[in-house]
């Protein structure tokens, strides 16, 4: 939880959401206190699938509709899956209204050097775009 960052507390594992008498479950939902929103995270062990995206989209409709209050802001979903071609994530993901992220996860924690490099590659993509 450390690594999410500030003001995140754990609601639960496999939370359940039922629509119309068929049980659903969300893999792991946090909520922010500062953002005061919910963080529906959804782990997949395969490549990013258009699937995966309509899963998490139908979870973070439900909770917005039936799980927060007047105050909370729209609810976020992250997946983590073990791989993700871009050009598929920006067709599964993009046109949504809802905010999803889609990220590769590993296993550990890269070194310093690693994360450096990773920061760093990311930052070349991203200015390479700006211009787009």
């Known amino acids: 939880m450390l690594e999410l ?3 995140f507390m754990f609601v639960g594992t496999q939370q359940r959401g039922t629509v119309n008498n ?3 479950y969300v893999d792991m939902v ?3 206190k500062i953002l005061h929103t919910y ?3 959804e782990l997949k062990t395969t490549k990013l699938t258009p699937e995966a995206a309509g899963q998490i989209n139908m979870y973070l409709n439900y909770y917005a509709a039936e799980v927060n209050d007047p105050e909370d802001n729209p609810p976020i979903g992250i997946i983590l899956c073990t791989d993700k071609d871009s050009v ?3 067709y599964a993901l993009g ?3 809802n905010q999803i992220f889609a990220s590769r996860y590993v296993l550990y924690m890269p070194n310093k ?5 990773q920061v760093e590659e990311v930052l070349k993509r991203w200015h390479s775009h700006e211009g787009d």
Do not use: D, M, P, W
């Open 5 to 7: 960052g500030r003001g």
């Open 22 to 24: 068929t049980h659903y």
């Open 30 to 32: 946090f909520y922010n």
């Open 39 to 41: 963080v529906l995270i």
């Open 88 to 90: 598929a994530a920006e």
């Open 95 to 97: 046109g949504l209204s």
């Open 113 to 117: 050097e690693q994360l450096i490099k």
